[in-house]
């Protein structure tokens, strides 16, 4: 059964505590929703220590959509002017679709992730951690959690 509006679809996801887990980070990872002030405003965006010594940063953001995989996938690439991995969260009634270009995540370095409306996740693309494309906009948002979030800058 699909769910009936993002919202629902968000607020699922966010009652989910193995989410972390699928995204690979600590369950004691920052969420932040609906940041603003870069290159696109994601639904969700994680920040957590890298490595247990805690001396780097790794950040993630999240682009949620019921079913319009496309305009999910612009959307979670834009974001990686600033994150160091995106995703695409789609509910898992409709996520056929975009296994079918699968191919087109891996090429964008985009992870794709489904959740039904029990709360199974399962990652159906890990992308690779990777430096933010844009440096001035990575540069600010490292300010931005290192000043607002209490998380060192790992630029």
């Not at 509006?5 to 989910?16: F, H, K, R, Y």
């Not at 603003?36 to 682009?63: M, R």
């Not at 002017?81 to 975009?98: E, P």
């Not at 079918?100 to 990652?123: A, C, R």
Request: glycine letters at 4%; one cysteine or more.
């Amino acid at each position: 059964m699909p769910f009936t509006t993002e919202q629902q679809m968000t607020e699922c996801i966010l009652s989910l505590t193995n989410l972390p887990e699928a995204l690979g980070v600590s369950n004691d990872a920052r969420l932040i929703e609906q940041l603003k002030g870069y290159f696109g405003i994601p639904d969700l965006t994680y920040i957590s220590p890298k490595d247990p010594n805690a001396s780097e940063l790794l950040s993630i953001a999240c682009e949620l959509k019921l079913s319009h995989w496309q305009k999910a996938l612009i959307q979670a690439y834009r974001y990686r002017s600033f994150v160091q991995q995106a995703y695409v969260i789609m509910d898992a009634a409709f996520v056929h679709r975009a296994l079918k270009h699968l191919e087109k995540f891996h090429k964008s370095n985009v992870g794709l992730i489904s959740v039904s409306t029990e709360g199974e996740i399962i990652t159906h693309y890990s992308p690779k951690v990777m430096e933010p494309y844009c440096d001035y906009l990575a540069k600010s948002f490292n300010a931005n959690m290192t000043a607002n979030y209490n998380y060192f800058a790992h630029i």
